[in-house]
């Protein structure tokens, strides 16, 4: 574990050996890219962020409604859970 730490290869992603993103910002980035291109997986943690005010993102609850309405639409199961559809 210490060798694979020192060596970088935790800070890299196991799929694609993308650098994992380094603070709240490189992160939400991400998260937005992945919901503009319509990922439901990516719209309902967005939902997640903003009913929790997670991140950086002010709490707004209509908000993460809306994005997990969204989400359900385009096929989370967790969305429809949360949303009792």
Request: proline content about 4%.
């Amino acid at each position: 574990i210490l060798e694979a730490r020192q060596r970088g290869i935790n800070d890299s992603c196991p799929f694609c050996g993308t650098t994992r993103p380094r603070g709240e910002a490189s992160l939400i980035a991400i998260i937005q890219k992945r919901v503009s291109k319509r990922d439901a997986a990516a719209v309902f943690f967005l939902g997640e962020l903003y009913y929790h005010g997670s991140l950086g993102v002010a709490k707004d609850v209509p908000r993460a409604i809306g994005l997990w309405t969204e989400a359900a639409e385009l096929g989370s199961l967790d969305a429809h859970c949360l949303l009792g559809i």
